[in-house]
């Protein structure tokens, strides 16, 4: 049986009608659409036009009110949207909040006038800008003392951290602490100091921080 060649000059046999040879012709593919419809489910996929359907004009489809209202109930039954929640995490390393339990309030100075919050655990006085009580004063050393207050005790004691100047309440040097009471005066340098505290036996913060 003679050959024949095809349009591309491939030989094929002269009976067949298509060269299995040729690349098929890139003709329009139909490609699926998937579009969200207003309700956030997918609708079907929308075939290609067909020729001669880009001169017709379309006709608008506005479905009911009823229908609407159908076809956005089957929606969220169907398929329900998920949502996620931010929940507030609880860090069990952070620190509990210090809540103020006392003043030491300047008496002459640059801190005349001044109060200075102490709150529950150690407060640092001294020079350094760091400290919880700054002590501007050129006898003062950078961590000159520490001020703690113990709730469990209702206690405030007053220690000396090794300074070169010592630390006097009511002009007597602690050696090395001191529990401090209502109106004493710390003497720090030349800086005097009146101690008026906040929580005591019967007033003091809860574990809510609630004051009783």
Not at 68 to 75: E, T
Not at 112 to 127: D, K, T, Y
Not at 169 to 188: H, Q, T, W, Y
Request: glycine share 8%.
């Amino acid at each position: 049986m003679a050959d024949k060649r095809c349009e591309n000059g491939h030989f094929i046999d002269e009976t067949w009608d298509l060269c299995p040879y040729c690349p098929v012709a890139t003709a329009d593919v139909e490609v699926p659409v998937v579009r969200p419809n207003r309700f956030g489910v997918p609708e079907g996929p929308r075939p290609a036009p067909a020729p001669g359907d880009s001169q017709r004009r379309p006709t608008a489809v506005v479905p009911s009110t009823g229908t609407l209202a159908r076809d956005a109930a089957l929606a969220i039954e169907a398929d329900p949207i998920e949502r996620t929640v931010a929940v507030q995490k609880l860090d069990p390393l952070a620190q509990p909040k210090r809540y103020v339990v006392a003043w030491l309030i300047g008496l002459n100075g640059a801190a005349r006038g001044e109060s200075f919050a102490v709150r529950i655990g150690r407060n640092v006085l001294g020079r350094d800008r760091r400290s919880d009580v700054v002590v501007s004063d050129d006898q003062a050393s950078s961590h000159h003392a520490d001020l703690v207050f113990r709730p469990e005790e209702r206690r405030f004691i007053l220690m000396d951290h090794n300074s070169t100047n010592g630390t006097y309440v009511n002009e007597g040097e602690i050696e090395p602490r001191r529990d401090l009471a209502a109106k004493d005066i710390v003497r720090i340098g030349s800086h005097k100091f009146l101690f008026m505290p906040l929580c005591s036996e019967g007033f003091y913060w809860d574990e809510e921080g609630i004051l009783k």
